[in-house]
């Protein structure tokens, strides 16, 4: 079982994250573990947003098969 976040929640992660580096409140010690956080929510977010749009074609084609 994962403790993965949902897709509201890595977003709004990396929207800090993003913004801590913006604004220049993260250290040179930490951007890589920083940076390396984000790219996995960015792939959280794909995987999900992916799998959402697969679902949605999927209830289209089923709607359309019953016209």
Known sequence: ?????????AYE???NIVSEI???????????EK????????????NKLTAT???VKQILLELESNE
């Open 22 to 32: 913006e604004r220049g409140e993260i250290s040179v010690d930490e951007l890589s």
């Open 13 to 15: 992660e990396l929207q």
């Open 35 to 46: 940076v390396k956080r984000a790219a996995l929510l960015i792939k959280i977010c794909k």
């Open 1 to 9: 079982m994962t403790n993965e976040p949902n897709y509201t929640q």
């Open 53 to 55: 749009e697969d679902n």
